[in-house]
């Protein structure tokens, strides 16, 4: 699939269009009137790549997100504190969910599993 098509007449680019009544893909020059069938039905595709080293990064101030639920049946290990949000979580190279908490305390963020 090349990424861009131009007409054959004007070297226009052509554009992705339905054919409602045959139901199929077409490209169509906007300048004149020069119609192509797709070869695929794939307009555009997307591919990501990840690194092996790349992970999901959790969020600096979920402490702050007011959609998270909170405890005050934990403690902070690093300040004390009686508070934490908590989000499940997978851990890295495991297929058990586990709980994440993270300290509501101001300039603490200590984050710790269940």
Excluded at 50 to 75: F, I, M, N, Y
Aim: glycine share 4%; aromatic share 8%; charged share 25%.
């Amino acid at each position: 699939m090349s990424t861009m098509k131009y007409c054959c007449d004007c070297n226009n680019i052509l554009y992705p269009k339905e054919d409602k009544e045959q139901r199929i893909l077409l490209y169509a020059c906007q300048n004149c009137d020069h119609q192509e069938i797709a070869d695929s039905n794939c307009v555009y595709k997307i591919e990501v790549h990840h690194s092996s080293g790349e992970r999901t990064q959790e969020l600096q101030d979920v402490a702050a997100d007011p959609t998270l639920p909170r405890t005050k049946s934990v403690q902070c290990a690093k300040c004390g504190n009686g508070e934490a949000v908590f989000f499940q979580a997978n851990a890295k190279g495991e297929k058990d969910i586990t709980l994440v908490f993270v300290c509501c305390k101001p300039n603490c963020g200590h984050r710790w599993r269940d």
